[in-house]
Antibody, heavy 115, light 107 residues
Framework: EVQLVESGGGLVQPGGSLRLSCAASGFTFTNYWIHWVRQVPGKGLVWVSRVNSDGRNTRYADSVKGRFTISRDNAQNMVYLQMNSLRAEDTAVYYC????????WGQGTLVTVSS | DIQMTQSPSSLSASVGDRVTITCQASQDITKSLNWYQQKPGKAPKLLIYGASNLKTGVPSRFSGSASGTDFTFTINSLQPEDIATYYCQQYDDLPITFGQGTRLEIE
């Protein structure tokens, strides 16, 4: 069964840091780019970042560029999102996902940035 | 960035109705378009990929079509379990972009 499982969400103060993890199983991990997408509860889906298959190429939305870092460990079938200098507007459910023609998503992890 | 303009933002229909949602891309995306269904508290679920291909296991009342930069998603014979929000998403180029979503309600 194809599966992505996120973890690492929680409550953090503005200016703080958090690292999200995404554990992959049930598919050939190195064949897929992996993305992070976020969603404010009750609002739409917003793309955040992407890492390519070998981890050497990354892309970011302008809103997180310079603050977030995506990485992957192909030996462990893991993807990470290091989030620094967090702001209230980063509060959202964060999903890891494959977004091509065989798209699949994790269940999401909630990040709340608040004092 | 490629803009995806989805309409309507909300829709109310009766069980058995045919429902249509549209997405327009701001440039050619070569049919690199997914349609998702999202229910409250759940992750999006892929229904249609490549603009018109039904994912295995998805009921055949769901369909998609494309004409240039215009994309249509149709539910034939709406069922109560189809209450959800539906999104289009282009994967032709980064950044990945989504339509604004269509909230579907049953009358």
């Amino acid at each position: 069964e194809v599966q992505l499982v996120e973890s690492g969400g929680g409550l953090v103060q503005p200016g703080g840091s958090l690292r999200l993890s995404c554990a992959a199983s049930g598919f050939t991990f190195t064949n897929y780019w992996i993305h992070w997408v976020r969603q404010v509860p009750g609002k739409g889906l917003v793309w955040v970042s992407r890492v390519n298959s070998d981890g050497r190429n990354t892309r970011y939305a302008d809103s997180v560029k310079g603050r977030f870092t995506i990485s992957r460990d192909n030996a462990q079938n893991m993807v990470y999102l290091q989030m620094n200098s967090l702001r209230a507007e980063d509060t959202a459910v964060y999903y890891c996902a494959s977004l091509g023609n065989s798209a699949f998503w994790g269940q999401g992890t909630l990040v709340t940035v608040s004092s | 960035d490629i803009q995806m303009t989805q309409s309507p933002s909300s829709l109310s229909a009766s069980v058995g109705d045919r429902v249509t949602i549209t997405c327009q891309a701001s440039q050619d995306i070569t049919k690199s378009l997914n349609w998702y269904q999202q229910k409250p508290g759940k992750a999006p679920k892929l229904l249609i990929y490549g603009a018109s291909n039904l994912k295995t296991g998805v009921p055949s009342r769901f369909s998609g079509s494309a004409s240039g930069t215009d994309f249509t998603f149709t539910i034939n014979s709406l069922q109560p379990e189809d209450i959800a929000t539906y999104y289009c998403q282009q994967y032709d180029d980064l950044p990945i972009t989504f339509g604004q979503g269509t909230r579907l309600e049953i009358e």
